[in-house]
């Protein structure tokens, strides 16, 4: 069964990068059938679509949040990554990672990590 | 940028029809899916392609789409089926991908 788990530090300060981590576990991140993303959730509000990436490291981004945010991928190790750079308390959110078919349309989520909270404070 | 809109909230009691609506301008040529997300946990798809319904899902979710507005019905409502439910799709591009603004959905 499929299993994916968000890590990274809880706690980042304004104007620095946010690294999160995304482990996946009974599957292989180099399927060629799926891409793999990121979501987020304000505090009380609804779901982002951050960005997303296919195993070869082609990868899409939310435009409202391109010139921030950098996606990669190791397959070594099964792992894709998110930075978000010069974070504000308006990225505290929790940060969910997924997996997305590739139907070469919607990449709709079908698989999903717990989260993790991010909380961006000095 | 595209927009999907969804009713703030939605209350029913025990065994009666909830409906969930989300509109959007792109929906006559683009399928809606459909999230649950109960409190404190991450989204659970049970609505695909408009219609369809993940395995695992209970055959009371279901999903319809006419025009602009798809819509989320679960038949006789039950209390574990209260939480949040977002609605997903693309816009007619297809390069913008967008959840709308989720729907409080109170069953008691």
């Known amino acids: 069964q499929l299993h994916l788990q968000e890590s990274g530090p809880g706690l980042v300060k304004p104007s620095e990068t946010l690294s999160l981590t995304c482990t996946v576990s009974g599957g292989s991140i180099s399927s060629s059938s799926y891409y793999w993303g990121w979501i987020r959730q304000p505090p009380g509000k609804g779901l982002e679509w951050i960005g997303s990436i296919y195993y070869s490291g082609t990868t899409y981004y939310n435009p409202s949040l391109k010139s921030r945010v950098t996606i990669s991928v190791d397959t070594s190790k099964n792992q894709f990554s998110l930075n978000l750079s010069s974070v504000t308390a308006a990225d505290t959110a929790v940060y969910f990672c997924a997996r997305q078919p590739d139907d070469r349309a919607y990449y709709y989520m079908d698989v999903w990590g717990k989260g993790i909270t991010a909380t961006v404070s000095s | 940028s595209y927009e999907l809109t969804q009713p703030p909230s939605v209350s029913v009691s025990p065994g009666q029809t909830a409906r969930i609506t989300c509109s959007g301008d792109a929906l006559p040529k683009k399928y809606a899916y459909w999230y649950q997300q109960r409190s404190g946990q991450a989204p659970v798809l049970v609505i695909y392609?408009?219609?369809k319904r993940p395995s695992g899902i209970p055959e009371r979710f279901s999903g319809s789409s006419s025009g602009t507005l798809a819509t989320l019905t679960i038949s006789g409502a039950q209390v574990e089926d209260e939480a949040d439910y977002y609605c997903?799709?693309?816009?007619?591009?297809?390069?913008?991908?967008?959840f709308g603004g989720g729907t409080k959905l109170t069953v008691l």
């Open positions: 392609e408009d219609t």
């Open positions: 997903y799709s693309t816009d007619s591009s297809g390069h913008h991908r967008v």
